[in-house]
């Protein structure tokens, strides 16, 4: 096999705590290695192999790419001096950042996040990528990010010039692996009265909007479970109603606990002033839950027709779209419907071949 039809991923993203963007890489590669496993047209004549970086990475279920650990270093470190050194070929990296040396290189931005919201992040992760993030959209082969919003701030910021980037989606099949689990941890939450958020304590994640309307949502007869946060603390002292009884703080919980908290309860919110895509909202969609979104950034790109929308400065049209949810089966059953049908845009499969069909391009 030539070296020019070969591809090495870098798979820093395995060495990482598992976000949205880890899941994407993950779904990314495995896909690419079924339609391998397939012989499917889109990657013909192609070749591949994963780096990674030694100790403590996770591992994924792979049948026809091998996986190579190379030794030296780790992080950022690694990505930069040591993954340039053992490529033969070209690189595929997903996951936000790859080595600037490396001219054959597809790098997948999913967001501008340090630009929008740059509260959320450390002083030493901005300086990082707003370093980083230009020279790659400066050298690398192609750019890919995840919606049309993401790209238009690619653009925006100056990180893509004027080809642009390609945009690559999200997949949802994942969820059809998750069984349903009503663990123990479950035992006092879920149904119909409950509504699921997503408790980053970032800043541009805006779970502050939702939080304050705990004393309403009481005398609603609604609960609020908020998952991925466990201490309230987080979210500093400011936060109204971080302490009233109908909030559950479930901390970090399955997935499989997850597809049973999505598949009874009332709704997801997800108040986010920013997104790159919002994968959550389409999980929750494919596992028939209704979800209210907010009306900035991506989300009305994946939501479509298929969500309620809010806008993240104003919790009153929170709780109004949540009253309109519970007090109408039959829009709960619409959009149940238009959120299953909704989702079929988005797939992993259909990304893969996207992936592949853009490295045969640039091996022509």
């Not at 970086?53 to 270093?73: A, M, N």
């Not at 919003?149 to 893509?160: E, N, P, R």
């Not at 919002?278 to 907010?294: D, N, R, Y």
């Not at 969500?307 to 400065?313: D, I, N």
Request: aromatic share 8%; proline share 5%; glycine share 8%.
């Amino acid at each position: 096999m030539s070296l020019q039809r070969h591809w090495s991923i870098n798979g820093r993203f395995l060495s990482q705590t598992p976000t949205g963007v880890q899941r994407y890489c993950e779904r990314i590669v495995r896909g690419l290695d079924q339609l391998v496993a397939e012989c499917h047209p889109a990657v013909s004549g192609l070749s591949f192999d994963i780096l990674i970086p030694s100790g403590g990475t996770r591992t994924i279920p792979l049948q026809k790419i091998p996986i190579r650990e190379v030794r030296e270093l780790r992080g950022h470190a690694w990505e930069q001096f040591v993954l340039p050194f053992h490529l033969q070929g070209g690189l595929l990296s997903l996951g936000n950042t790859g080595p600037v040396t490396v001219r054959k290189q597809i790098v997948c931005i999913h967001d501008v996040n340090v630009w929008i919201y740059p509260e959320s992040y450390s002083r030493a992760f901005r300086t990082l990528y707003k370093l980083l993030l230009p020279a790659l959209g400066r050298f690398a082969g192609a750019i890919t990010t995840v919606s049309n919003y993401s790209a238009s701030q690619l653009a925006h910021f100056g990180i893509t010039c004027s080809t642009g980037s390609s945009v690559i989606a999200n997949g949802h099949e994942h969820v059809h692996d998750w069984t349903p689990l009503r663990s123990e941890a479950l035992s006092s939450v879920g149904g119909r009265n409950t509504i699921i958020l997503l408790g980053s304590p970032a800043p541009h994640k805006n779970a502050a909007v939702i939080i304050g309307l705990a004393n309403e949502l009481a005398s609603r007869g609604i609960s609020l479970a908020i998952v991925g946060a466990r201490d309230p603390r987080v979210f500093g002292h400011t936060t109204a109603g971080v302490d009233a009884q109908n909030i559950h703080w479930l901390g970090h919980i399955s997935d499989n606990e997850l597809a049973a908290l999505l598949s009874e309860c009332l709704c997801l919110v997800f108040p986010s002033h920013t997104e790159g895509f919002g994968l959550p909202a389409v999980e929750a969609m494919a596992l028939g839950c209704p979800v209210i979104l907010s009306d900035s950034s991506s989300l009305p790109e994946v939501g479509g027709d298929a969500a309620l929308y809010a806008s993240p400065q104003e919790p009153q049209e929170w709780l109004a779209c949540i009253d309109r949810l519970r007090g109408n089966f039959e829009l709960r059953s619409n959009l149940v419907e238009k959120g299953k049908q909704r989702v079929e845009m988005f797939s992993w499969r259909k990304s893969a071949i996207q992936y592949a069909e853009l490295m045969r391009d640039m091996d022509c």
